[in-house]
């Protein structure tokens, strides 16, 4: 399982900047390739926390969990200080 770079923690579509314009695509029908090997991205869902990512239905590259309002992308767990302590 040592194949491609070993660059942990900042895989591809690790930051809002990639997440967002991909996110677009596939909010419009469009595809979203992997950026591995170009296969055809699954959105995951996790309905309990409201949160998405992508995952390669080939190789398992996944971006991290994200939410999303609209066309703005959020990551999931970084904390924002311009975010509301929303404790609902
Ligand atoms: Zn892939």
């Known amino acids: 399982m040592t ?16 997440l967002e314009p991909v996110w677009n695509v596939f909010r419009q029908g469009g595809v979203v390739a992997c950026p591995s090997d170009a296969a055809p991205m699954a959105l995951a869902v996790d ?3 409201s949160v998405y990512r ?3 239905s080939r190789c398992g590259v996944s971006s991290p969990w994200f939410e999303a309002k ?4 959020t990551l999931h767990g970084s ?3 311009d975010l509301p302590p929303d404790s609902g």
Not at 70 to 73: D, L, M, N, T
């Open 47 to 49: 309905g309990a926390r």
């Open 79 to 81: 904390t924002n200080p």
């Open 3 to 18: 194949d491609g770079p070993s660059d942990a923690g900042t895989g591809p579509l690790g930051s809002v900047e990639s």
């Open 54 to 56: 992508f995952v390669c």
């Open 70 to 73: 609209a066309s703005q992308v």
